[in-house]
């Protein structure tokens, strides 16, 4: 069983910065690629980044590039979502998931995660 712990998320004016962490732990289990998810009021749960573990690939939906960064550390399993520039659009509920095989869906895609965290509220105020 793999346990997903998210922490960071909170409270921000829009342009200010919020950085998210999640680790994995676990017994036996192979790590392929983590990534964020978001869910906002209304909206489906969208792809935020993912990271290809093996060689630290990094993937971000269109509207993410250049204000998110995500990154791993390979020892902790864990991951980090840094986010600059902040817009209330951004407030959501976000998931951090693990990929424990890769699959024919995409990195971008909610099909290709096997565990979920519980998610952490960011709320980016205007």
């Known amino acids: 069983q793999v346990q997903l712990v998210e922490s960071g998320g909170g409270l921000v004016q829009a342009g200010g910065s919020l950085t998210l962490s999640c680790a994995a732990s676990g017994r036996a289990f192979s790590l392929y690629a983590m990534g964020w998810f978001r869910q906002g009021p209304g909206k489906e749960r969208e792809f935020v980044a993912g990271i290809r573990w093996r060689d630290g690939s990094t993937y971000y939906a269109d509207s993410m590039k250049g204000r998110f960064t995500i990154s791993r550390d390979n020892a902790k399993s864990t991951v980090y979502l840094q986010m600059n520039s902040l817009k209330p659009e951004d407030t959501a509920v976000y998931y951090c998931?693990?990929?424990?095989?890769?699959?024919?869906?995409?990195?971008?895609?909610?099909?290709?995660?096997?565990?979920w965290g519980q998610g952490t509220q960011v709320t980016v105020s205007s």
């Open positions: 998931t693990l990929d424990t095989s890769g699959s024919i869906y995409s990195i971008r895609t909610v099909q290709e995660y096997d565990y």
